[in-house]
Antibody
Framework: QVTLKESGPALVKPTQALTLTCSFSGFSLSTPGMRVHWIRQPPGQALEWLARIDWNDDKFYSSSLKSRLTISKDTSKNQVVLRMTNMDPVDTATYYC???????????WGQGMLVTVSS | DIVMTQSPLSLPVTPGEPASISCRSSQSLLHNNGKNYLDWYLQKPGQSPQLLIYFASDRASGVPDRFSGSGSGTDFTLKISRVEAEDVGIYYCMHALQTPHSFGQGTKVEIK
């Protein structure tokens, strides 16, 4: 059974950094073709793709957020971590992690975690 | 970066009737392996998105056959043959051809 769950602070202050952890089970990020993505959704708005890390440690980022994002993985712990620096109120959103095997769609998603940026 | 554009943004539907959503990409999503790297997702109210279609026309596991995807290159369509009440929500297309990936703006489907 594949599951993913996001964790981290629900509230961060402007200019602070946000660190989110995606803890997963039921698959291994060392399997060739396996990928974990981060996606966010501001309240009432559309989905926005943020970043991806692959089984071979290749990393990819949103063009507009690239300077602020860092994605990493700990295969032994079955975790993927996303760090976003210099948080702003416009970064208030529900943050999701999701799995993709090769290019066969984001087939499993976490429940999402609402992060609010406010002083 | 590839830009994804959906239409319409709002779609009132009648149960039992068909429905169709369009998605266009700013660049061709046709890979040299012959597959179109276009996914469709449904986000039901209060839930995480769920995968409906990948490679433009392949239904994901457990997805009812009333959902179908078609298209190639830059023009894609999601069709629901007979809408059911449980199909309400926001539908998104997403390209997976290259990074960065990107989603369309979403199409909100609601019952008339």
């Amino acid at each position: 059974q594949v599951t993913l769950k996001e964790s981290g602070p629900a509230l961060v202050k402007p200019t602070q950094a946000l660190t989110l952890t995606c803890s997963f089970s039921g698959f291994s990020l060392s399997t060739p073709g396996m990928r974990v993505h981060w996606i966010r959704q501001p309240p009432g708005q559309a989905l926005e793709w943020l970043a991806r890390i692959d089984w071979n440690d290749d990393k990819f980022y949103s063009s507009s957020l690239k300077s602020r994002l860092t994605i990493s993985k700990d295969t032994s712990k079955n975790q993927v971590v996303l760090r976003m620096t210099n948080m702003d109120p416009v970064d208030t959103a529900t943050y999701y992690c999701a799995r993709m095997l090769s290019a066969w769609g984001l087939d499993y998603w976490g429940q999402g975690m609402l992060v609010t940026v406010s002083s | 970066d590839i830009v994804m554009t959906q239409s319409p943004l709002s779609l009132p539907v009648t149960p039992g009737e068909p429905a169709s959503i369009s998605c266009r990409s700013s660049q061709s999503l046709l890979h040299n392996n012959g597959k179109n790297y276009l996914d469709w997702y449904l986000q039901k109210p209060g839930q995480s998105p769920q995968l409906l279609i990948y490679f433009a026309s392949d239904r994901a596991s457990g997805v009812p056959d009333r959902f179908s995807g078609s298209g190639s290159g830059t023009d894609f369509t999601l069709k629901i043959s007979r809408v059911e009440a449980e199909d309400v929500g926001i539908y998104y297309c997403m390209h997976a051809l290259q990074t960065p990936h990107s989603f369309g703006q979403g199409t909100k489907v609601e019952i008339k």
